[in-house]
């Protein structure tokens, strides 16, 4: 089945560590994204790819940074920089330049 | 910054009526704009997308444009219980800053259909 995994569903990060958030497409798509959701609030972009070994940084990209070297996978750390973490993560792909986005399940990210 | 305001709800219904949910953006050049659902604690999954300024009809699903007024809107007739989620308003646009484009969205409006 074509679709977007995202793992760990539950993180639990201590302070002052750094964590890695795993995004695996198997659509074929170009465009990739992540996006950070708080209680109650929408979705706000944390970076995002349209291509292979490129990446924009979105509207809250202090703290985090991610990589993309291969055209299925954005990984995403949360480094001790960011001094809000506990959030739903969500990663997200699309044809690039259509704005149709498959989600992933999501990543629940707390600071214990 | 580009920008998608929402009233943020909670809009209540009952069952078999209307529900019509609102959506302005701030970038003129937007290109494509769409609507997705999310259930409470679950990952959004989209369900109408429009392009040109209009209606455009699915089922119980209406959205409108109107690219003058920055202001694209959903309709969802005969509502039902399972029609309670957070309705979000998403927009495309190309990023110059960053050569590509960017799926911007909304806060959301929380639906409840009361049986």
């Known amino acids: 089945d074509g679709g977007i995994t995202q793992s760990p569903k539950y993180l639990f990060r201590k302070e002052g560590q750094n964590v890695t958030l795993s995004c695996e497409q198997n659509?074929?798509?170009?465009?990739m994204y992540w996006y950070r959701q708080d209680p109650g609030q929408g979705l706000r972009l944390i970076y995002y790819?349209?291509?292979?070994?490129?990446?924009q940084k979105g509207d809250i990209a202090e703290g985090y940074s991610v990589s993309r070297e291969k055209k299925e996978s954005f990984p995403l750390t949360v480094t001790s920089a960011q001094k809000n973490p506990t959030a739903f993560y969500l990663c997200?792909?699309?044809?690039?330049?259509?704005?149709?986005?498959?989600f992933g399940q999501g990543t629940r990210l707390t600071v214990v | 910054q580009k920008e998608v305001e929402q009233n943020s709800g909670p809009l209540s219904v009952p069952e078999g009526a209307i529900a019509s949910l609102n959506c302005t953006y701030s970038?003129?050049?937007?290109?494509?704009f769409f609507w997705y659902r999310q259930y409470s604690g679950k990952s959004p999954e989209l369900i109408m997308f429009?392009?040109s300024n209009g209606d455009k009809e699915d089922g119980r699903f209406t959205a409108q444009l109107n690219k003058a007024s920055q202001y694209v809107s959903l309709l969802i007739r005969d509502s039902q219980p399972s029609d309670s989620a957070t309705y979000l308003c998403?927009?495309?646009?190309w990023g110059s800053g960053a050569g590509s484009y960017q799926l911007t969205f909304g806060k959301g409006t929380k639906l409840s259909v009361i049986p």
């Open positions: 997200a792909s699309s044809i690039s330049g259509t704005g149709h986005a498959f």
């Open positions: 659509l074929n798509h170009d465009a």
């Open positions: 790819s349209q291509i292979v070994n490129d990446f």
């Open positions: 970038d003129r050049g937007s290109q494509s």
């Open positions: 429009i392009y």
């Open positions: 998403a927009v495309n646009s």
